[in-house]
T-cell receptor, first 114, second 115 residues
Framework: QKEVEQDPGPLSVPEGAIVSLNCTYSNSAFQYFMWYRQYSRKGPELLMYTYSSGNKEDGRFTAQVDKSSKYISLFIRDSQPSDSATYLCAMSAGRGSTLGRLYFGRGTQLTVWP | DAGVIQSPRHEVTEMGQEVTLRCKPISGHDYLFWYRQTMMRGLELLIYFNNNVPIDDSGMPEDRFSAKMPNASFSTLKIQPSEPRDSAVYFC?????????????FGQGTRLTVV
């Protein structure tokens, strides 16, 4: 079992829809939870991150972390065609022998059609 | 800053040949990472360096793979001999110490095809 599990999709939604992307994980030591966005033929870029549990909002994007369930989510409101990309979750423990190591999900491919 | 620079962008080589991928990290970043991305396995960490010293190479698939970082502004990933199953997109990324737990800055990647 991989440490981070993410449904690869693909996910296809109409413009304006609310999108929900999710990851589960098995390592209770993870403290930092990130979402990266990767456009076709490009490298991933950090979208937002959360430390420990709770919610974080940035414009149309909201990240949620539920450590008790080992489950994280990314919500996109009023989705736009420009949001079409692959979204990868990533996590890190942030200390000890794994300092610096990010664990990525496989990514979910999202298409928002006009 | 130009970001992380990788070369070449595309590489097509024959099985058995040596392949060398190159990376210039962002100036001032203390950490450098090499990742491999495939449809089947997603993004996998191969090796990472801190201040030019290899910290964790447990992701390097086998002895055919080697990585070096002779100075703070340059790293190479070498595959010798290459095999068709090495075909993937290889990313180099770097991070400053203060962002090490959250953000890696990725290059554009090198798309490697071994025929």
């Amino acid at each position: 079992q991989k440490e981070v599990e993410q449904d690869p999709g693909p996910l296809s939604v109409p413009e304006g829809a609310i999108v929900s992307l999710n990851c589960t994980y098995s390592n209770s030591a993870f403290q930092y939870f990130m979402w990266y966005r990767q456009y076709s033929r490009k490298g991933p870029e950090l979208l937002m991150y959360t430390y420990s549990s709770g919610n974080k909002e940035d414009g149309r994007f909201t990240a949620q972390v539920d450590k008790s369930s080992k489950y994280i989510s990314l919500f996109i409101r009023d989705s736009q065609p420009s949001d079409s990309a692959t979204y990868l979750c990533a996590m890190s423990a942030g200390r000890g022998s794994t300092l610096g190591r990010l664990y990525f999900g496989r990514g979910t491919q999202l298409t928002v059609w006009p | 800053d130009a970001g992380v620079i990788q070369s070449p962008r595309h590489e097509v080589t024959e099985m058995g040949q040596e392949v060398t991928l190159r990376c210039k990290p962002i100036s001032g970043h203390d950490y450098l990472f090499w990742y491999r991305q495939t449809m089947m396995r997603g993004l996998e960490l191969l090796i990472y360096f801190n201040n030019n010293v290899p910290i964790d190479d447990s992701g390097m698939p086998e002895d055919r793979f080697s990585a070096k970082m002779p100075n703070a502004s340059f790293s190479t990933l070498k595959i010798q001999p290459s095999e068709p199953r090495d075909s993937a997109v290889y990313f180099c990324a770097s991070s400053p110490d203060r962002r090490i737990n959250t953000e890696a800055f990725f290059g554009q990647g090198t798309r490697l095809t071994v025929v």
